[in-house]
């Protein structure tokens, strides 16, 4: 299977900047679309940023102008600049993959386990 393992997270004061890296392994064969979702407590998860291998991101409008998605794709990793941060961005941070597994004929959907960012006012 393909796995994804998310690191960076931490805890940082208002307006400081962290940067969160997801690493991926098992065999894959092309990742379409990496992406960056959050959890904060007793909130829904939500999409906050997601990036094409093309190069094309799309960014929660909380987020526009803060974060900045990116990629490796000869890596297969996917990185969340995070600036100016919030208390309100504190949050679980999942990566996700999807993309083509052993062949072509094989696609795969992936998540991290997380990591935790915590903003302090």
């Known amino acids: 299977q393909v796995q994804l393992v998310e690191s960076g997270g931490g805890l940082v004061q208002a307006g400081g900047s962290l940067r969160l890296s997801c690493a991926t392994s098992?065999?894959?064969?092309?990742?379409?679309?990496m992406a960056w979702y959050r959890q904060a407590p007793g909130k829904q998860r939500e999409l906050v940023a997601v990036?094409?291998?093309?190069?094309?991101?799309k960014y929660a409008d909380s987020v526009k102008g803060r974060f900045t998605i990116s990629r490796d794709n000869a890596k297969n990793t996917v990185c969340l600049q995070m600036n100016s941060l919030k208390p309100e961005d504190t949050a679980v941070y999942y990566c996700?993959?999807?993309?083509?597994?052993?062949?072509?004929?094989?696609?795969?959907?992936?998540w991290g386990q997380g990591t935790q960012v915590t903003v302090s006012s």
């Open positions: 098992g065999t894959i064969f092309s990742i379409n679309v």
């Open positions: 996700n993959a999807e993309g083509k597994g052993r062949n072509y004929f094989t696609p795969f959907t992936s």
């Open positions: 990036i094409t291998s093309g190069g094309s991101t």
